[in-house]
Antibody, heavy 118, light 107 residues
Framework: QVQLQQWGAGLLKPSETLSLTCAVY????????WSWIRQSPGKGLEWIGE???????NYNPSLKSRVTMSVDTSKNQFSLKVSSVTTADTAVYYC????????????WGQGTPVTVSS | EVVLTQSPATLSLSPGERATLSCRAS??????LAWYQHKPGQAPRLLIF???NRATDIPARFSGSGSGTDFSLTISSLEPEDFAVYYC?????????FGQGTRLEIK
């Protein structure tokens, strides 16, 4: 059964780069899309993008210019970078998995709160 | 982008009552719709996938229906642990989007 464990810096200043990593345990790294999703305070869920084991990525157009995702297949890990953060990027960030032929997210990581403040 | 509109925004019910939550898509997403339960401090939990299929270990009191643009999640008899925020999510069109959520609160 796949489990996701995520980590990363929780406090950033405006203009810095957000960096998070998610490790995949208990299942294959290939055959899935690995996503990042966030929830800003008082708001709903926003899909940021996804990447597969080959490094093929799809990004939400709303964030595409600032987002980079990558994979490390030797460690079964995938990562998110968001450049030039502002206070609007303050959110809880989740990693999540989608089986290649599926249309839903399961499971999810535990979430990482990220605050952007000067 | 497909906009998912959930209604009502807040639903106040008592344990034992029936809850019906709605999710309407701005264009057809076929049956590529999922429902999640989200409690504070926890990761969202998949309840329903492809509109009407219960996820593993989800109690039978949860059911989903609909296709195209109109979907619903029904909880047949509310248990105390069911009070949470519920989100719908579509992958029928790009990019993947979520509804704004329905808060199910104890009356």
């Amino acid at each position: 059964q796949v489990q996701l464990q995520q980590w990363g810096a929780g406090l950033l200043k405006p203009s810095e780069t957000l960096s998070l990593t998610c490790a995949v345990y208990g299942g294959p790294f290939s055959g899935y899309y690995w996503s990042w999703i966030r929830q800003s305070p008082g708001k709903g869920l926003e899909w940021i993008g996804e990447i597969n084991h080959s490094g093929f990525a799809n990004y939400n157009p709303s964030l595409k210019s600032r987002v980079t995702m990558s994979v490390d297949t030797s460690k079964n890990q995938f990562s998110l970078k968001v450049s030039s953060v502002t206070t609007a990027d303050t959110a809880v960030y989740y990693c999540a998995s989608t089986w290649i032929a599926a249309n839903w997210f399961d499971p999810w990581g535990q979430g990482t709160p990220v605050t952007v403040s000067s | 982008e497909v906009v998912l509109t959930q209604s009502p925004a807040t639903l106040s019910l008592s344990p034992g009552e029936r809850a019906t939550l709605s999710c309407r898509a701005s264009q057809s997403v076929n049956s590529y719709l999922a429902w999640y339960q989200h409690k504070p401090g926890q990761a969202p939990r998949l309840l329903i996938f492809d509109a009407s299929n219960r996820a593993t270990d989800i109690p039978a009191r949860f059911s989903g229906s609909g296709s195209g643009t109109d979907f619903s999640l029904t909880i047949s008899s509310l248990e105390p642990e069911d009070f949470a925020v519920y989100y719908c999510q579509q992958r029928g069109d790009w990019p993947i989007t979520f509804g704004q959520g329905t808060r199910l609160e104890i009356k």
